[in-house]
């Protein structure tokens, strides 16, 4: 779902990853060649979880598609982020086969 705002920013929230119109812990944000992804787990003080990851990961991929020229990433308050959601880590969500999931370098 997108919406357009009178500054010419356009912003879209998205639950799964693979259809940019249903985010539910990540909003996306773009004006011009800005991309703004906001982590909104304020409850969890925007502690990242697998499906939140993946959503970070999906943002992060349309941000790399060619037209941001800046990416800035944020929490909504009352903290930027926690870390990782350590349910999340007792379940072995944040694993494959096992392993932890390598981190991917953005830049």
């Given at each position: 779902m997108n919406s357009h705002s009178n500054n010419g920013a356009w912003s879209?929230?998205?639950?799964?990853?693979?259809?940019y119109g249903s985010f539910v812990a990540v909003h996306l944000t773009w004006?011009?060649?800005?991309?703004?992804i906001r982590i909104d787990r304020p409850e969890k003080r925007n502690a990242v979880d697998l499906a939140t990851l993946r959503?970070?990961?999906?943002?992060?991929?349309?941000?790399?598609?060619?037209?941001?020229?800046?990416?800035?990433?944020?929490?909504?308050?009352?903290?930027f982020c926690s870390g990782a959601d350590?349910?999340?880590v007792e379940l072995g969500e944040f694993t494959i086969n096992g392993c932890h999931i390598p981190a991917e370098k953005w830049i």
């Open positions: 879209t929230s998205h639950a799964n990853p693979d259809d004006s011009e060649s800005i991309c703004s959503e970070i990961e999906a943002a992060q991929a349309e941000a790399a598609s060619g037209r941001a020229r800046v990416v800035v990433l944020s929490g909504s308050p009352p903290a350590l349910g999340g």
